[in-house]
T-cell receptor, first 113, second 114 residues
Framework: NAGVTQTPKFQVLKTGQSMTLQCAQD?????MSWYRQDPGMGLRLIHY???????DQGEVPNGYNVSRSTTEDFPLRLLSAAPSQTSVYFC????????????FGEGSWLTVV | GEDVEQSLFLSVREGDSSVINCTYT??????LYWYKQEPGAGLQLLTY?????DMKQDQRLTVLLNKKDKHLSLRIADTQTGDSAIYFC??????????????FGTGTLLAVQP
């Protein structure tokens, strides 16, 4: 049982490049989400999914796409990276009911130059 | 609007109690959470409280909720140097169920002096 696994842990991108942050969980959780963490801003929700085939926007979705073709995987795509997307990204998952433990990945440190 | 506020920094001596405070604005919060983030690591769920509770105790941790004032606190008894980390308060927004989203505070850096 690996929990929530994010890759890569570190990445440097040039402005305009695209990339995908991978997130996988092996706990059969329905709910998965992506957050970004910026200094003084706390964690902000980018996109979330309540099950395979279902995704929705969070607070800061612009510049990001997601898909949920399987229960296990929830990749986050940066379409055309911008310096404003320099951040630490966290993937999280939980079983459906609110109040259940939420499991976070270890984070992906992304720098856009 | 949805907003969660925390003080940015708290310094205590080893063995003392730490109290980290949080205020939130949305009265429809169903659950409130405390997370711990150690340097270079992800977020670890410490504890949570349902909105109809006033207090929850879990070993060295005590959570107090004042729903009228929308104030949440985390007390760590006998604080140790290993407790040094950033602590995030979060509220769950929505009517309940899988679609609820979490709104996080900015985090409080707890520094424990030996």
């Amino acid at each position: 049982n690996a929990g929530v696994t994010q890759t890569p842990k570190f990445q440097v991108l040039k402005t305009g490049q695209s990339m995908t942050l991978q997130c996988a969980q092996d706990m059969n959780h329905e709910y998965m989400s992506w957050y970004r963490q910026d200094p003084g801003m706390g964690l902000r929700l980018i996109h979330y999914s309540v099950g395979a085939g279902i995704t929705d926007q969070g607070e800061v979705p612009n510049g990001y796409n997601v898909s949920r073709s399987t229960t296990e995987d929830f990749p986050l795509r940066l379409l055309s990276a911008a310096p404003s997307q320099t951040s630490v990204y966290f993937c999280a998952s939980r079983q459906g009911v609110v109040g259940n433990t939420i499991y976070f990945g270890e984070g992906s440190w992304l720098t856009v130059v | 609007g949805e907003d969660v506020e925390q003080s940015l920094f708290l310094s205590v001596r080893e063995g003392d109690s730490s109290v980290i405070n949080c205020t939130y604005t949305d009265s429809s919060s169903t659950y409130l959470y405390w997370y711990k983030q150690e340097p270079g690591a992800g977020l670890q769920l410490l504890t949570y409280i349902f909105s109809n509770m006033d207090m929850k105790q879990d070993q060295r941790l005590t959570v107090l909720l004042n729903k009228k004032d929308k104030h949440l606190s985390l007390r760590i008894a006998d604080t140790q140097t290993g407790d040094s980390a950033i602590y995030f308060c979060a509220e769950s927004i929505g009517p309940g169920g899988a679609t609820n989203k979490l709104i996080f505070g900015t985090g409080t850096l707890l520094a424990v002096q030996p």
